[in-house]
């Protein structure tokens, strides 16, 4: 429940602003997103290839994302 007020409370914030940005600011905003969704992408889709590939431990990998 404290995650979706939380949430709530972010997401009035970000609109409130977002009526104030300028068009250009709007579109870096989007691209931003869209940056982090590709990434958050390509990370799901080396954590299943890692889990599909037995020769490489949780910690090996673990220590791979983070370098």
């Known amino acids: 429940m404290?995650?979706?007020?939380?949430?709530?409370?972010l997401l009035?914030?970000?609109y409130e602003k977002l009526e104030?940005?300028?068009e250009d600011t709007l579109e870096?905003?989007?691209?931003?997103?869209?940056?982090r969704q590709a990434e958050d992408e390509e990370d799901i889709q080396a954590i299943k290839e890692a889990q599909n590939d037995n020769s490489i431990s949780w910690e090996?990998?673990?220590?791979?994302l983070e370098s």
């Open 12 to 14: 009035k914030a970000i």
């Open 2 to 9: 404290e995650t979706t007020t939380k949430r709530q409370a």
């Open 28 to 35: 870096d905003v989007i691209q931003l997103l869209d940056i």
């Open 20 to 22: 104030q940005a300028y």
């Open 60 to 64: 090996e990998y673990k220590r791979e």
